[in-house]
């Protein structure tokens, strides 16, 4: 009696069992949102132009560095205004990364280091104002930065984005806590 | 039967008495079978006498004479047992009854604890343990057993660890069904209510080959509580509040049993706790919201018999926001730094990063026994257990997103006989068969660490006990167990590249996604897993247990398959398709004295484990967003060599002091290399102070030292950005020893009727100590819990 109830259940729970295992859907392939393969640094005076750029094919799942390219020399003694760009060039067409940050200015921030002796100063050209209404006008992005030399120097020029950091911060990472986004350095030369 | 050999027994003891000098005496305990709690007020009935245990289980017969006697067992709710003893040879003997007619086994009579298998290593904690325990983990509590310790993420994800092993080597059994909760991840903790069991048992090493083949550490089996074939309502909460953390725990269960056997049964666990905190600081967002409930109905009868199960277990875990990482530079400064990055104020609410666990259980199991052969079970299981990962994402949208969304779905039938109508031995013949589907959803606009994948495993045991004599039972064990897996991953085409598949895999891509390729890998393994032992007897006090185990494991789809970044680890996680399965011999003996003034164990151990997978940090990776550490999957031949050992003494009637130790020293056999995450040797000791006249006080103190770990594998060199040179990362340089100081104490207030109420305080860490561990993934980042007063009241009704 009882017998026959439970061969009865486990009859359609074998059932149950083996039905599941024909499920041969492929699965999609996932683009990760995150990604940010390209960095680009504009620095501009004058006429002149320099290039710093840094090419990541595979994001941080991959094995391949990131290819570091810069396009010339600096000069001594010389403001340059700079403007970065991030895309995510593993899609096409590329991905504007720099939208979503100026959409969370509050929440994010580049920072500028110099290491070795290298001659340069930086100093924030922009505010949260410049990319929200109701932003900050005294908490800086980065997106747009000046960079000064003075003497013929080398060294590395390091750029660093946060989010989810502490702001207003006294500008230096460990102040400012959060999350990194991008941590690049480029070797310059200052003649 | 039974009658039969009773009145033959009683005959022939009245014959030969005559003749015999009766000044003999027959000391021991009745302890229940199930919890290996001591029942007071049972009766032990023979010829014409009866003789009542007293309120610790104690019984005492004097004026025996030499010669055998039928003494008959009985206690209120348990199947009277009777049980022959020759006094001549016999002058201590421990009964177990069952005091739980669920399953209407057979008392077991060996003066053994009750056992999973005769020969391994085994230990077991009581309700008692699991009620001081009740706010906590199944991990938490495991750690009073020698040679047990756990993997911690924090001090909510506990993950145990068997003589040195954990993970996929460790199998647990929660009522009956083996989990199936993802435990391939460091940060994974069983998903388990440890409310729901009644008791809990390790078995260190594979020597319970009906559970799998694969338990090269050992396997954890929870049981329930059972109900009492009688007409019977009872039930329990226990309530537990905690001053760190600043919360609590409520737990209640019901049981209503009939005569004829039906019973329903209906269990519910809610823990709520906010930041726990450091002795200097707030461990911010550490804190976690658990919720579990369980409820089984069914029938037992001593022929047939049939249940339904079902569970549910939701957990909201925060994960130490100062662990939240981004590159190997924020380790450095966080290693460097000494105190988290991140402290907030207190606060109950869980931000990102956090974890949210659910996990289904639901079993139909049926009985049978036939008369004069055995027994058979057969059973069907599903689970479902869903992995949610919050992380701290570039936007607040993608925040709301999980990076981890896992669905491991998996139903099992298993079946087994079970011959044990001859009293000399046991044979279990059973088969299994599973299917487990994983879905890991696109959603998450993460690549997937874990892919898609199904899975088929089959297996066939046989196992055996033969009682040689009164004092020796041999066994042996022999199981078969295949699994194919069967997964559609998705690679990039410069990992495929760099991880040099595209010589040996190319066969396996049956896509092409411009920068991925889409594989099938389908693997399949054979595995034989084995075991024989020995449980000897002797000079009434002494047992002697030796057991073999060999142990077959297929790697897990996380050694398989991991790729990427682990974004709650900050590292990059690499599987290995080539790996093989690992094969494990195993020795173990276990020599124990136990008196009732004193007694001791000491339990060496040698595991040689060929193909041995290890995840271990290997250098990093460079990317747009700095440079990770790596960590790989790697085979080698290892050997772990042990001992777990300890001491009781009785000083006096009421003074108590238990002493145990452990070690475990594991290392790489070709070349030397200590292997990773190792626990460290620690001893434990402990005095307690008992007066049952007292409202049964219970007060104990103990002590608990953690020696530094000093065998580890060498650190490695990372490049930092931020340095623009290579610098030495300490990720592998355990923290100091430490010392741990806990106290407790247990009364219980007997109310109206049945009814009791039991209360209790506990205080870890009362000194405060600031201190590290090395089997904390968290120790880079923050000192563990500091003081902690936890109030608990037990109420039985």
Same mark, same amino acid.
């Given at each position: 009696m009882n017998t026959c109830k439970f061969l009865s259940m486990l009859t359609i729970a074998s059932i149950l069992f083996f039905s599941?295992?024909?499920?041969?859907?492929a699965p999609s392939v996932i683009n990760p949102?995150?990604?940010?393969t390209t960095m680009t640094i504009t620095l501009t005076s004058g006429n002149n132009t320099i290039i710093l750029k840094s090419f990541d094919?595979?994001?941080?799942?991959?094995?391949t560095a990131p290819v570091v390219t810069v396009s010339g020399n600096l000069a001594a003694n010389t403001t340059y205004s700079g403007e970065i760009v991030l895309q995510d060039e593993s899609v096409s067409p590329a991905d504007i990364v720099n939208e979503e940050i100026e959409r969370e200015a509050d929440e994010h921030q580049f920072f500028f280091e110099s290491s070795g002796d290298l001659n340069i100063t930086t100093s924030y050209a922009d505010t949260e104002r410049d990319y929200n209404e109701?932003?900050?006008?005294?908490?800086?992005?980065?997106i747009k930065f000046e960079l000064v030399t003075t003497d013929a120097s080398t060294g590395t020029f390091t750029v660093t984005l946060r989010h989810k950091?502490?702001?207003?911060?006294?500008?230096?990472l460990s102040d400012a806590g959060g999350d990194t986004d991008i941590a690049q350095s480029f070797p310059i030369t200052i003649e | 039967m039974k009658r039969f050999t009773l009145i033959i027994v009683f005959l022939l003891g009245v014959t030969f008495?005559?003749?015999?000098?009766?000044d003999k005496t027959l000391t021991g305990k009745v302890i229940?079978?199930?919890?290996?709690v001591p029942l007071k007020g049972a009766k032990i009935t023979f010829n014409d006498q009866m003789i009542v245990t007293d309120t610790e289980g104690n019984y005492t017969i004097t004026n025996l004479c030499a010669i055998s006697y039928a003494f008959t067992v009985s206690h209120e709710d348990c199947n009277s047992q009777v049980v022959t003893i020759n006094i001549e040879e016999v002058t201590s003997k421990n009964f177990y009854l *069952? +005091?739980?007619? #669920?399953?209407?086994e057979e008392v077991n009579?060996?003066?053994?604890?009750?056992?999973?298998?005769?020969?391994s290593q085994e230990e077991t904690i009581n309700k008692n343990v699991i009620e001081k325990y009740s706010s906590g983990s199944l991990g938490d509590a495991l750690?009073?057993?020698?040679?047990v310790s756990s993997l911690n993420t924090?001090?909510?994800?506990v993950k145990p660890i068997i003589q040195g092993l954990n993970g996929s080597r460790v199998l647990i059994m929660n009522n009956g069904v083996r989990m199936?909760?993802?435990?391939?991840?460091? *940060? +994974?903790?069983? #998903?388990?209510?440890?409310?729901?069991?009644?008791n809990v048992t390790v078995?260190?090493?594979?020597?319970?080959?009906r559970y799998g083949g694969d338990a090269i550490g050992g396997v954890i089996v929870m049981e329930p509580s059972k109900s009492p074939v009688k007409d019977t309502l009872i039930g329990k909460t226990v309530l537990t509040g905690a001053s760190n953390g600043r919360g609590g725990a409520i737990s209640s269960e019901i049981i209503r049993g009939y005569e004829n056997g039906w019973f329903v049964k209906a269990q519910g666990t809610v823990k709520r706790f906010g930041d726990v905190e450091a002795p200097d600081y707030i461990l911010s967002n550490t804190g976690v919201f658990e919720k579990g409930i369980s409820a089984s109905f069914g029938v037992n009868k001593f022929t047939y018999g049939w249940d339904v199960y079902y569970s549910f277990y939701n957990n909201e875990i925060g994960v130490l926001?100062?662990?939240?990482?981004?590159?190997v530079d924020d380790l450095i400064e966080s290693i460097n730094s000494q105190e988290p990055a991140i402290i907030r104020d207190f606060t109950y609410d869980i931000e990102n990063p956090r974890q949210e666990v659910t996990h289904h259980l639901g079993r139909l199991r049926y009985f049978k026994r036939f008369e004069k052969l055995g027994k058979w079970t057969t059973q069907y299981d599903f689970q479902r257990n869903e992995r949610l990962e919050f992380d701290v994402r570039q936007s607040e949208e993608l925040r709301k997103i999980p990076g981890i969304d896992l669905e491991l779905t998996t139903h099992t039938i298993t079946s087994d006989f079970k011959i044990?109508?001859?009293?000399?031995y046991v044979l279990d013949f059973g088969v299994m068969l599973r299917y487990q589907e994983n879905f890991a959803d696109p959603?998450?606009?993460?690549?997937?660490?874990i892919p898609d994948y199904d899975k088929y495993d089959a297996g066939v045991f046989l196992t055996g006990e033969y009682d040689?004599?009164?004092n020796m039972v041999i066994d042996a064990g022999i199981r078969y167990d295949f699994n194919q897996i069967d997964a559609q991953k998705f690679y990039q085409k410069t990992r495929w590249n760099e991880r040099r598949?595209?010589?040996?895999?190319?066969?396996?891509?049956?896509?092409?996604f411009g920068t991925q390729w889409l594989t099938n890998p389908k693997l399949e393994y054979h595995n034989i897993s084995a075991t024989t032992g020995l449980n000897y007897s002797f000079k009434e006090v002494y047992n002697l247990r030796f057991n073999y185990a060999l142990a077959q494991r297929a790697p897990n789809p996380s050694e398989l398959f991991s790729d990427g970044l682990h974004h709650s680890a900050a590292r990059v996680e690499l599987g290995d398709l080539r790996a093989d399965q690992e094969t494990s011999h195993k020795i173990s003996l276990s020599l124990q004295k136990s008196s009732d003034t004193w007694g001791w164990e000491i339990a060496p151990y040698v595991n040689i484990i060929n193909d041995y997978i290890l995840l271990e940090p290997t250098g990093i990776e460079l990317s747009l967003r700095g440079a990770f550490p790596v960590w790989e999957y790697r085979q080698t031949n290892a050997q772990l060599l042990g001992l777990d050992a300890k001491v009781y003494v009785q000083?006096?009637?009421n003074w108590k002091t238990n002493h145990s130790f452990s070690i475990v020293k594991g290392k790489?056999?070709?070349?030397?290399i200590p292997l990773i995450n190792m626990p460290a040797p620690n001893i434990n000791n402990s005095i307690t102070f008992q007066k049952k006249?007292?409202?049964g006080l219970s007060a104990s103190l103990e002590s608990q030292y953690h020696f530094r770990q000093n065998e580890f594998p060498s650190n490695i060199d990372v490049f930092s950005v931020r340095q623009g040179e290579n610098v030495l990362l300490e990720i592998n340089t355990p923290p100091p020893a430490y010392h741990l100081l806990n106290a407790n104490i247990d009364v219980e207030l007997p109310l109206w009727k049945q009814n009791s109420l039991k209360m209790g305080v506990t205080i870890n860490n009362i000194i405060n100590e600031n201190y590290r561990n090395?089997?904390?993934?968290?120790r880079y980042f923050a000192d563990d819990v500091g003081r902690n007063f936890l109030l608990r009241l037990i109420f039985n009704y």
């Open positions: 599941c295992s024909d499920d041969d859907d949102e995150e990604l940010i094919e595979d994001g941080v799942d991959g094995p109701g932003g900050s006008v005294t908490n800086p992005v980065g950091l502490k702001k207003p911060n006294d500008g230096t | 008495s005559s003749a015999q000098d009766c229940d079978f199930h919890d290996g *069952e +005091h739980h007619l #669920n399953e209407l009579v060996d003066g053994d604890k009750p056992n999973k298998t005769s020969s750690r009073e057993i020698t040679g924090g001090s909510t994800i199936q909760d993802m435990e391939w991840g460091d *940060e +994974h903790a069983p #998903n388990v209510d440890i409310n729901t069991a009644g078995v260190k090493g594979a020597g319970a080959l926001a100062a662990s939240h990482i981004g590159n044990d109508a001859n009293s000399e959603a998450t606009g993460v690549r997937r660490l040689l004599n009164d598949y595209d010589v040996d895999f190319n066969d396996l891509i049956i896509e092409d000083w006096h009637n790489e056999t070709e070349n030397d006249e007292w409202l090395y089997l904390n993934r968290q």
